[in-house]
């Protein structure tokens, strides 16, 4: 937390990493494992990834349920694509990098 006043930067609680078990999983295994484990869940739940999917950690999903994965190489299909699944009361679960210009 900072404090402000006088115009002065005062700081009165710092972060410690110290205190912060990260273990040694990357965040990007995190999230396939979650990912994997809401779509054990719900059944509604469609994985959609671009060309980095195994770089986003999205292949643990797509290798546990290969009937509910979807991949383009295309971003902005993508993101259509997950429109119009929640349209059909299905759940999508998007991940990628960078900007999109739909």
């Known amino acids: 937390m900072i404090k402000f006043a006088n115009n002065n930067i005062t700081r009165i609680h710092s972060f410690q990493w110290s205190n912060y078990n990260r273990g040694d999983k990357a965040t990007r295994l995190g999230f396939g494992e979650g990912l994997a484990e809401a779509g054990d869940r ?41 429109s119009r699944i929640a349209s059909i009361r299905k759940i999508p679960g998007v991940s990628t990098y960078g900007v999109l210009q739909l």
């Open 42 to 82: 719900n059944k509604n739940l469609i994985g959609l990834g671009a060309d980095i999917t195994a770089s986003v950690g999205m292949n643990i999903f797509r290798d546990k349920f290969p009937e509910r994965f979807i991949s383009w190489h295309c971003r902005a299909k993508l993101c259509r694509c997950s």
